[in-house]
């Protein structure tokens, strides 16, 4: 059995669907099965209305200041949108805990998978890029937990703007 199949998978398809809004349902779709996630059916056009509203409360979250309005943030985005968990192998690779009823919008995933992520891995790791013109949200999967860019470019080009200006200092 998984003990947890929804953290980095489920914070790191918020974290994309985030940066980049789907454009549709079928969009949506497609970007959830890339990702990994088994959906019954297709998502609808009422769905992406619902997520629009789950990613930004998500935003909240990545956005907050302290680890207590984080947890707020969560806990609020949790108690919207959970149902009980239940014991399912849906997909057929392997029994796991489901913590989002069929009828449920995908915004539930996203919430348990984020708490499951910040309390599992530290409730920092969970940021925008530190480069000032990237405002790319990342979860931090990293093993040290210290991961402070989105990607490799953007590390590169701040570590090239601090280099210059050590050169020009």
């Not at 099965?33 to 990613?55: I, Y």
């Not at 539930?108 to 708490?115: D, K, N, P």
């Not at 940021?127 to 402070?148: H, K, L, P």
């Amino acid at each position: 059995m998984h003990l947890n199949p929804y953290g980095a998978d489920a914070v790191n398809l918020a974290a994309d669907l985030a940066n980049r809004r789907p454009v549709d349902a079928a969009d949506l779709t497609e970007r959830c099965r890339a990702a990994g996630l088994v959906l019954e059916v297709p998502a609808t056009a009422q769905e992406l209305v619902a997520l629009g509203a789950a990613l930004d409360a998500w935003e909240e979250v990545v956005d907050a200041t302290d680890e207590r309005e984080r947890a707020q943030a969560v806990n609020r985005m949790l108690a919207a949108s959970c149902a009980h968990p239940r014991l399912t192998d849906h997909a057929g690779g392997g029994w796991h805990l489901h913590y989002r009823d069929d009828e449920l919008p995908l915004g539930s995933l996203l919430s348990v998978g984020t708490a499951l992520h910040l309390a599992g891995r530290g409730m920092h790791r969970l940021r925008r890029c530190e480069v000032g013109e990237c405002a790319t949200i990342f979860a931090d999967t990293s093993r040290t937990g210290r991961q402070r860019y989105c990607s490799h470019p953007c590390a590169n080009r701040d570590a090239v703007r601090r280099h210059r200006a050590r050169a020009r200092a």
